[in-house]
């Protein structure tokens, strides 16, 4: 079936409902994205359609997350080749609205705040980044709430759900933005979202750089740099599998030695709380679960990559 461009929220609904009742559908996913869209979308879409009925695709590129506007007028922009990756992967409906349709009274005097789990880290090198991006995620989570435009009809009950209730409703997030996910886990927990919030591993190229739209602004000499940060990272991993001591600071020396990279932050963290486990990977034979984090400048280009540890 050909993927359906929508623009507003009230037509999202009524085709989300439309393909619910059609499909006699008991679930739906979300994959909110900014567009300019790889592989690794395409795994987040295509995990979507494998666990749901019917899914809807998010296309924006969210001013509020960005602290520079040059930064945001550079963002690109490729909604047909986003549109032909989306109906590729089966993806039903993709929504992709206007500043304006989002944010119909200009910027929200309300935003969500993302707290301490927020200021350290990516918050710490971006200033009110994660609560623009949890803010408009919010809105998201909200706009695509499956159920939302139903009509007693073929497949519903008379209150406009679907017979046997609302569908089951999850959101496909990458395990590459670490942080954001771990953000929006506690943002769906803490304030009651009614939506399971799915991570999808990272998607690497075969030399082992994590996919990004920003990749493609990295010259040639760029790019072999940038693969120094996956190589640390899969050091760290080799350590902690082997129950190794996973010595951050020789894998930290490994990413300073390349030129064309400056280092932000590398640091071996707790997974749910993102704080430092300092005692757990110096000295001591490593043990458990943890998550190392790398941020750095590779020429013009911010990069970030994190690796699951596990012994």
């Known amino acids: 079936m050909p993927i359906k461009l929508v623009t507003t929220v009230a037509d999202l609904h009524a085709q989300s409902a439309r393909l619910l009742t059609v499909k ?3 679930s739906q996913g979300l994959v909110p994205t900014m567009g300019a869209l790889h592989e690794g979308h395409a795994a987040l879409a295509r995990t979507a359609v ?10 924006f590129v969210n001013p509020l997350q960005f602290g520079d506007a040059t930064d945001l007028d550079r963002y690109p922009r490729t909604l047909d080749a986003d549109l ?6 089966g993806v039903d409906l993709a929504f992709a609205p206007s500043v304006e349709e989002v944010y119909p009274g200009g910027e929200p005097l309300v935003r969500i705040t993302s707290g301490r789990l927020g200021e350290k880290w990516e918050g710490a090198s971006r200033p009110g980044h994660f609560d623009g991006a949890l803010t408009v995620v919010a809105k998201l989570l909200h706009y695509g709430t499956p159920g939302a435009g139903l009509s007693a009809g073929k497949g519903a009950n008379s209150e406009g759900a679907p017979a046997g209730g609302l569908p089951a409703y999850r959101a496909y997030f990458g395990q590459k933005d670490a942080q954001q996910l771990a953000l929006v886990r506690r943002m769906a927990a803490d304030l009651n979202f009614p939506v399971e919030i799915v991570g999808v591993p990272t998607v690497r190229s075969a030399d082992g750089l994590a996919l990004s739209s920003r990749n493609r602004f990295l010259s040639d000499d760029e790019r072999e740099a940038a693969l120094v940060l996956s190589r640390a990272l899969r050091l760290l991993e080799e350590r902690a599998k082997a129950r190794e001591p996973l010595d951050l600071e020789s894998a930290q020396a490994m ?4 030129p064309l990279v400056a280092l932000d932050y590398f640091d071996v963290v707790d997974p749910d709380t993102l704080e430092p486990l300092a005692e757990n990977c110096r000295e001591t034979p490593f043990r458990g679960e943890a998550l190392a984090l790398i941020a750095a400048k590779v020429g013009p280009v911010r990069l970030i990559d994190n690796m699951p540890l596990s012994s």
Do not use: W
């Open 24 to 26: 006699n559908g008991t």
């Open 50 to 59: 494998e666990q749901n009925d019917v899914v809807v695709a998010t296309i």
């Open 84 to 89: 032909a990756l989306l109906e590729a992967q």
């Open 255 to 258: 990413v300073e030695s390349q």
